[in-house]
């Protein structure tokens, strides 16, 4: 390439025409540093512009030290834009992966010893004269006697509010029942406006008669 005749020089970044200089010019401000290595140099007859350090004339001329530490520059300015990129993705992705599960507590009332008696009925009596919702240990959901899938619990116990005398709701619940199924009762009852639920608590205050009906302590909650 000829070395002859005008060549520009511009300042890195620029976007001029520059200004013009022969060769041994150049030479001499890239020795004494006038002329950095990453500022932009166009040769005779060149279109195009290129840094001091990568051009094919320009850049014997840059001393070994130098071109180094212009090395270690252009590496230091890695783009990290696709990092951050792979960031926000991640962290969107466990956002909507993570899952939070609100557990629900429920408190039962507890019959008192001194009340059992006294506020002991049989089963017969309440089945009369209120809505009885049984709840097996596998979460089998009966109202009235009638199996109920929990899907339908609402509608069921509407209809059966608007056929019974009273709105009041009896659960009897097993002992090892599904926490879960109890609340989802309590959750359609509520749906279904009834406004008293009572809890059955089973007693045997002694051995009963042949063909007698157990007995049952209801105890109030809401």
Same mark, same amino acid.
């Given at each position: 390439?000829? #070395? ?13 025409a520059g200004r013009a200089v022969n060769f041994e010019r150049l030479r001499?401000?890239?020795?004494? %540093?006038? !002329? ?10 060149? $279109?195009?512009? *290129?840094?001091?350090? %990568?051009?094919? /004339?320009?850049?014997? =001329? ?10 270690? %520059?252009?590496?230091? %300015? ?5 990092? !951050? ?5 991640? =962290?969107?992705?466990?956002? !909507? ?6 557990? #629900? *507590?429920?408190? =039962?009332?507890?019959?008192?010893? $001194? ?5 002991? /009925? ?6 009369? @004269? @209120? ?12 109202? @009235? ?14 209809? $059966?509010? &608007? ?6 709701? /009896?659960?009897? /619940? ?17 749906? $279904?406006?009834?406004?008293?639920? =009572? ?7 002694? &051995? ?15």
């Amino acid at each position: 390439m000829a #070395k002859a005749g005008i060549w520009r020089v511009r300042p890195a970044g620029a976007r001029d025409a520059g200004r013009a200089v022969n060769f041994e010019r150049l030479r001499d401000a890239i020795d004494e %540093e006038e !002329i950095g290595d990453l500022d932009e140099v166009q040769g005779p007859g060149e $279109a195009r512009w *290129t840094t001091v350090a %990568e051009h094919p /004339v320009t850049g014997p =001329l840059v001393p070994r030290q130098r071109r180094v530490v212009v090395r270690e %520059e252009e590496q230091a %300015e890695s783009d990290l834009t696709p990092m !951050i990129d792979v960031t926000f993705q991640l =962290l969107i992705f466990f956002m !909507i992966a993570a899952t939070y599960t609100i557990q #629900k *507590t429920l408190d =039962l009332p507890s019959a008192q010893p $001194a009340e059992e008696a006294a506020g002991a /009925v049989t089963m017969q009596e309440l089945e009369r @004269n @209120n809505i009885i919702v049984a709840i097996a240990a596998d979460g089998t959901v009966r109202v @009235n006697d009638q199996m109920v899938p929990h899907d339908q619990l609402v509608d069921r116990l509407q209809e $059966a509010s &608007r056929q019974a005398q009273h709105s009041e709701l /009896v659960l009897d /619940v097993h002992g090892q029942a599904v926490h879960d199924v109890v609340v989802q009762v309590l959750d359609a009852a509520g749906a $279904a406006r009834f406004e008293k639920v =009572l809890f059955v608590s089973r007693v045997k205050p002694g &051995r009963p008669a042949d063909g007698a009906a157990p007995s049952a302590d209801a105890s109030s909650g809401t």
